[in-house]
């Protein structure tokens, strides 16, 4: 049994540190809000009201908390008070300057660190089947496998420091832009006479195939469990789409490469937003596409 931490009991850590008390582990939790900590503590997690209260002793602190300016206040606070040696793991998704600041944090502490973003969402959280992108030396990687798999199925390790970061960055810029393509075709094929079934029936089975048109299918019927089927629910917040893909453009303007494609989807999930569709699924993205073409939103 490890004493783990965990901070930032929202709607992705909080069903992550009750997935860690099953496993067997003792969690104590802290969060600035207080249904969430609430929560927690119905779900087995020792709850306390002060971030060096809930790190008091633990051996591993995890962090889940809402963006890079967060991590790392939380972080400089961590190094203050912990003990050199203790286990220090993000999972929030933050850009990449942050999580190499949060390890020269560590780093300067004697504290091994990790960055451990997650996809699989909020029902991969409650389910333990997130997957782990992780950024950090091989050795302490090693160390916390026990740990990402208590909360998860497919724990892999993408390199050094920010490494993780790295990867969860390009493939949700992957995720943002192909949305919008399988969007773009089914408006298309309306406007062609296609029936959404008939272009799915190909698609699906040819060059076209990807995870927003066979998981995510962004309009009813092809796909019954995506979240066009229940008036775009999320699922993922088009607002956490946003985030993701502008993560990735202060990444590809810092790094130099160019990503127009990225830039574009950035711009359109920003209008996208601006119209008041943040909380929608970000597949919801079709209906201002088939606005825009003329033919009124589904
Ligand atoms: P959330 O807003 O539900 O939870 C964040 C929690 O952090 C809140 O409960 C908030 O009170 C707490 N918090 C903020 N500052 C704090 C501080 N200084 N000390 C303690 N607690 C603090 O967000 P979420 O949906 O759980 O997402 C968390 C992270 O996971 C984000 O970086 C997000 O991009 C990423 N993520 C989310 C999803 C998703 O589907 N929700 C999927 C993958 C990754």
Redesign the pocket.
């Known amino acids: 049994m490890t004493s783990i931490a965990f901070?930032?009991?929202?709607?992705?850590?909080?069903p992550m540190a009750a997935n860690l008390v099953k496993a067997g582990h003792d969690v104590r939790g802290?969060?600035?809000?207080a249904?969430?900590l609430e929560l927690a503590r119905h779900n087995g997690v020792t709850t306390y009201t002060s971030?060096a209260e809930a790190v008091s002793g633990a051996d591993t602190v995890i962090?889940?908390?809402?963006?890079g300016t967060?991590?790392i206040?939380?972080w400089q606070?961590l190094v203050d008070v912990l003990s050199a040696g203790t286990l220090l793991i993000d999972?929030?998704?933050?850009d990449i300057d942050s999580a190499r600041k949060a390890h020269e944090l560590a780093e300067g502490k004697g504290c091994p660190a990790l960055d451990a973003?997650?996809?699989?969402?909020?029902g991969?959280?409650a389910a333990g089947t997130?997957t782990f992108m992780v950024g950090g030396a091989a050795d302490v990687f090693a160390l916390a496998r026990p740990i990402f798999e208590a909360m998860g199925k497919k724990i892999i390790h993408c390199g050094a420091a920010s490494a993780g970061q790295a990867a969860?960055i390009c493939n949700n810029m992957i995720l943002g832009i192909s949305m919008i393509a399988v969007g773009e075709a089914f408006v298309l094929g309306e406007k062609l006479g296609l029936s959404h079934q008939a272009l799915y029936d190909v698609a699906s089975v040819s060059s076209g195939q990807c995870w927003s048109l066979t998981t995510y299918c962004p309009v009813p019927g092809p796909v019954p469990a995506s979240p066009a089927n229940r008036g775009y629910e999320?699922?993922?917040?088009a607002a956490?789409m946003l985030?993701?893909v502008k993560l990735s453009q202060t990444a590809a303007e810092t790094a130099g490469a160019a990503t127009p494609l990225g830039a574009m989807a950035a711009q359109l999930y920003q209008r996208f937003a601006d119209e008041g569709f943040g909380e929608k699924d970000f597949s919801a993205i079709i209906n201002m596409l088939r606005d825009k073409s003329g033919t009124g939103a589904a």
């Not at 962090?63 to 963006?67: D, H, N, S």
């Not at 999972?91 to 933050?94: A, V």
Request: glycine share 18%; charged share 10%.
């Open positions: 901070i930032g009991l929202g709607h992705m850590g909080g802290f969060d600035l809000a249904p969430s971030l962090t889940m908390l809402p963006a967060h991590v206040s939380v606070e999972c929030s998704t933050i973003p997650v996809s699989g969402g909020t991969g959280a997130l969860k999320p699922g993922f917040a956490l985030k993701d």
